[in-house]
T-cell receptor, first 111, second 117 residues
Framework: GQQLNQSPQSMFIQEGEDVSMNCTSS?????WLWYKQDPGEGPVLLIA?????ELTSNGRLTAQFGITRKDSFLNISASIPSDVGIYFC???????????FGPGTSLSVIP | GAVVSQHPSWVICKSGTSVKIECRSL??????MFWYRQFPKQSLMLMAT?????????EQGVEKDKFLINHASLTLSTLTVTSAHPEDSSFYIC?????????????FGSGTRLTVV
């Protein structure tokens, strides 16, 4: 079945540093999504990517959809304490399809 | 827009009892909703796809007789955990997509923490 892998599993960074995390897939997805989940809450969509090679920004966040459609990365610039949380990549075959989640990257920001 | 509400946000029940969780789309109509389960420090695992007016589609390994899904209206899907046991304790999250918006991905509810004692 479709499987997503994320790296690193966890990160501890100093406030103000830039962050980069990756996601790879064993199969092709036509839509890539990045979500953030705070403790005890549902995930919130950060960025959606739907064209191979696409680079999209949302404030301090930048994500790219890999040209092979099997990978994506998320960068966070100038991290702040509220960036703490679990970041999930997710994929869809079509925009009406179920969303498959990766295992997540836990981000901790040290003030 | 595209707000999804879950109720209750947390529930504690005795082993052997049933628990119903509601998922509502507040400002749009959702023909399809999805139910996920998340154990501590793990990812969201899709349990089933809830289709308005028809039977839900369950993922492999999910017991349909234990996790009853009803999607009787375009704004409400319910998940009933029947004869709950401690191993069913988890964070249950629903999601839905507003078909009227050109937004990829789905909006998620805030989740329901189920504890079975």
């Amino acid at each position: 079945g479709q499987q997503l892998n994320q790296s690193p599993q966890s990160m501890f960074i100093q406030e103000g540093e830039d962050v980069s995390m990756n996601c790879t897939s064993s199969s092709i997805f036509n839509t890539w999504l990045w979500y953030k989940q705070d403790p005890g809450e549902g995930p919130v969509l950060l960025i959606a990517l739907y064209k191979a090679g696409e680079l999209t920004s949302n404030g301090r966040l930048t994500a790219q959809f890999g040209i092979t459609r099997k990978d994506s990365f998320l960068n966070i610039s100038a991290s702040i304490p509220s960036d703490v949380g679990i970041y999930f990549c997710a994929g869809q075959i079509t925009s009406y399809d179920k969303v498959i989640f990766g295992p997540g990257t836990s981000l901790s920001v040290i003030p | 827009g595209a707000v999804v509400s879950q109720h209750p946000s947390w529930v504690i029940c005795k082993s052997g009892t049933s628990v119903k969780i509601e998922c509502r789309s507040l400002d749009f109509q959702a023909t399809t909703m999805f139910w996920y389960r998340q154990f501590p420090k793990q990812s969201l695992m899709l349990m089933a796809t809830s289709n308005e007016g028809s039977k839900a589609t369950y993922e492999q390994g999910v017991e349909k007789d234990k996790f009853l899904i009803n999607h009787a209206s375009l704004t409400l899907s319910t998940l009933t955990v029947t004869s709950a046991h401690p191993e069913d304790s988890s964070f249950y999250i629903c999601s839905a997509r507003d078909p009227g918006r050109r937004v990829y991905g789905y909006t998620f509810g805030s989740g329901t923490r189920l504890t079975v004692v």
